[in-house]
């Protein structure tokens, strides 16, 4: 399984974009970053959409993507309801824009909807999918994705303190995880429902207790503001807990191998 990292940051300018990523081409996480990293042919694949929850860094390029896929085809959504009713009411809302889930008719929308609960896993195209609840300012979802040759990816969205009881109900050979503000400003975090790098120590040692290992690890959603800090954060973390955790650029590749589980081949390869 081959992992296109489109975006990483939170906060968008010439070099920094909104989180996106791209499994095997065909199966995105978020749309932050969707259209603006790729061309129109590589969006032509792309044929489902997982979104973690509501915020607009984590859906801004539905607007577009459902643009440049009108009248060429179908995209499957997957979000709860809640997440989509936000979403049609806001960057949909015709007011300013278009109804994608609608559009060009009701009958045969470009966008369709499938509702998500936690703990309910699905099967798209080979990949079994779990989703689960993780701890955010609003109701948000983690995705496990295993592909059809066995490994697994845990992409955890936006995910604050206790979300770590949750990732423990999977066995991932990576953990995509945000880091969203240094640990200097850990009220800040525990306020918005994110985390530091302690504050993330703390939620791998809930995984360690449950499963006995730690994955890699690709922390995302950075603050660019606060690189600096964050990334010493993490080093400090990493050496304590004798793990690998990188901070991928943008167009960086994140591929799980498909051995054993005892051999938990995977390689992050770190861009810019």
């Known amino acids: 399984m081959e992992i296109k990292v489109l975006g990483t940051r939170q ?48 859906i801004k390029d539905l607007a577009t993507f459902g643009f440049n896929s009108l009248g060429r085809g179908r995209t499957k959504i997957y979000c709860s309801s809640e997440t989509r009713e936000a979403i049609e009411t806001t960057i949909f809302n015709t007011d300013i824009w278009l109804n994608f889930f609608t559009l060009p008719n009701p009958v045969s929308p470009t966008f369709i909807h499938v509702s998500v609960e936690p703990g309910s896993p699905f099967i798209i195209e080979g990949y079994n999918i779990l989703p689960l609840r993780v701890i955010h300012s609003v109701p948000a979802l983690a995705y496990a994705i295993t592909s059809p040759n066995g490994g697994t990816l845990l992409y955890s969205g936006d995910s604050g303190v206790g979300s770590g009881s949750a990732w423990a109900a999977t066995k991932p050979d990576v953990l995509v995880v945000e880091i969203t503000f240094p640990d200097t400003l850990v009220d800040s975090a525990l306020s918005f429902g994110h985390l530091t790098p302690e504050l993330l120590a703390g939620e791998l040692n809930t995984f360690r207790d449950v499963q006995g290992y730690l994955p890699k690890i690709a922390a995302v959603h950075i603050n660019p503001y606060y690189e600096n800090e964050i990334v ?28 054993s589980k005892a051999n938990r081949r995977t390689r992050i390869d770190v861009i810019g």
Not at 37 to 46: G, H, M, P, R, T
Not at 48 to 57: G, S
Not at 243 to 252: H, N, W
């Open 232 to 259: 010493a954060g993490v080093a400090n973390i990493a050496r304590r807990l004798s793990v690998d955790i990188s901070i991928p650029q943008e167009g960086a590749i994140i591929t799980v191998g498909a051995e």
């Open 11 to 58: 906060g968008e300018s010439s070099n920094s974009h909104f989180v996106s990523l791209l499994v095997d081409d065909v199966i995105a996480l978020d749309a932050g970053n969707l259209t603006s990293a790729l061309s129109l042919k590589e969006q032509s694949v792309v044929r489902h959409i997982l979104v973690t929850h509501r915020h607009y860094d984590h």
